[in-house]
């Protein structure tokens, strides 16, 4: 039952570096594998990749890192809460459970001016994740950027939970997200339009939205995600997404240190680390939304693989050596927020974060989400 007693987790392997992994990632002149009961992915000629077992002294690392993150993420949440709570204008405008998932709390939020309209009618949804290496953190994490999504969009703006790593490894996030959002878009209570639907989520959210997409239940109702530095490439180690960064010039990546250890809990001995449900860079196109906007940041070890996936959802193999730092084509979008590190986009302790966030490009770079989301499910 828990997971962490019996040490049998997986550790970081030798992999093909990540400069190899560009040339691999638009490498069409082979055979495509076929994982028994899976879709063709789309980098071809690439075989299984099983996460391997790890010594006892770095699973039990592991296992003392990851519980010693919760336990101080839980702590430092209950009394940054106690001391700096919301006002009425930050709280959801529902909590709900449903009974698909009844130990999962699920936060509503509705435009602030709905109730004034007139003749309410039905709005577009927006599903939000919230990150935390899929271990730490839960939905009221993200209760600022709902308001305001809410506020600046006009859509009603669910923000979703899931159940945790180590206790819950992969892919017990992606199933949970998709079983919570069918009972949202089935909830006969809430107006929402569900020809309009979209998803979205902050890092590991980032990875949930674009997993959670390609199943049956979510795949082809939801028609767009918004992706902020997701991760989407478990198939390289973090040592080498380390060392490939190309902006080294900036504060020390907020990843460093925890990556493997949100790995380790995360993904299971045994894991085929080329899943696309587990690294969504492997998915093929049609398995995933036609619209597809990813942010990356600038400093983020994570930069790298979701810039090399978007271009290729977008065409743009021929660009590989000389990565484009924002572009829009067709359906698909791709941004680097400069200057910013992972989790740029929210601040710990309420307003007090815009002292170390950078909110200009904050707000910068939700416009630019809002305003490509006019083209998808918000177009008339």
């Known amino acids: 039952m828990f997971r962490g007693f019996r040490l049998s987790f997986g ?15 638009f490498d069409s002149t082979q055979d495509v594998y076929v994982e028994p009961g899976r879709q063709k992915t789309a980098t071809e000629g690439l075989p299984p990749l099983p996460k391997k077992q790890s010594s006892i002294l770095h699973r039990l690392n592991c296992f003392v890192s990851v519980w010693l ?39 509503t939020f509705f435009p602030p001016d709905y109730y004034a309209r007139g003749t309410p009618g039905l709005l577009p949804l927006y599903l ?28 009603i703006v669910v923000s979703l939970n ?34 309009r639907v979209a998803i979205g989520g902050f890092s590991a959210g980032g990875n949930l939205a674009l997993s959670a997409a390609q199943l049956p239940g979510l795949k082809g109702i939801v028609k767009a995600v918004v992706a902020y530095y997701p991760v989407v490439d478990f198939g390289c ?15 020390r990546d907020v990843l460093q240190h925890v990556a493997e250890v949100f790995d380790w809990g995360y993904v299971s001995p045994g894991q085929n680390r080329r899943d696309p449900l587990l690294s969504p860079c492997y998915a093929r196109p049609e398995d995933l939304p ?32 000389h990565l484009t730092p924002a572009f829009e084509k067709g359906n698909y979008k791709w941004t680097i927020a400069t200057g910013c590190s992972h989790g740029f986009t929210h601040g710990l302790l309420g307003d007090l974060g815009d002292v170390v966030v950078p909110k200009e ?5 939700y416009q630019e989400a809002h305003t490509w989301l006019k083209k998808s499910v918000l177009s008339d």
């Not at 180690?237 to 504060?251: C, F, H, M, N, S």
């Not at 490009?361 to 770079?365: C, D, N, Q, S």
């Open 361 to 365: 490009m904050r707000e910068k770079i």
């Open 237 to 251: 180690p973090a040592a080498e997404k380390l060392v490939a960064r190309r902006y080294t010039d900036g504060p």
């Open 162 to 195: 899931y159940r945790k790593a180590p206790l819950h490894p992969f892919p017990t996030a992606t199933h949970d997200v998709v079983a919570v959002a069918r009972a949202v878009l089935e909830d006969e209570f809430l107006p929402i339009d569900k020809s």
């Open 69 to 107: 993150l919760k336990s101080i993420a839980r702590i430092f949440f209950i009394v940054a809460r106690f001391f700096f709570r919301p006002n009425s204008t930050n709280c959801p405008t529902l909590i709900k459970r449903y009974p698909c998932r009844p130990d999962l709390e699920t936060r």
């Open 290 to 321: 036609s619209w597809i906007y990813i942010i990356g940041a600038q400093w983020d070890m994570l930069r790298l693989e979701a810039q090399l996936m978007m271009h290729r959802l977008a065409g743009l193999d021929d660009r590989v050596e």
């Open 11 to 25: 550790n970081q392997t030798a992999q093909k570096p990540i400069s190899n992994m560009a040339v691999e990632l």
């Open 128 to 155: 939000d994740i919230h990150g935390g290496g899929f271990a730490i953190c839960d939905a009221q994490f993200d209760d600022r950027f709902c308001v305001s999504w809410a506020k600046r969009t006009g859509m």
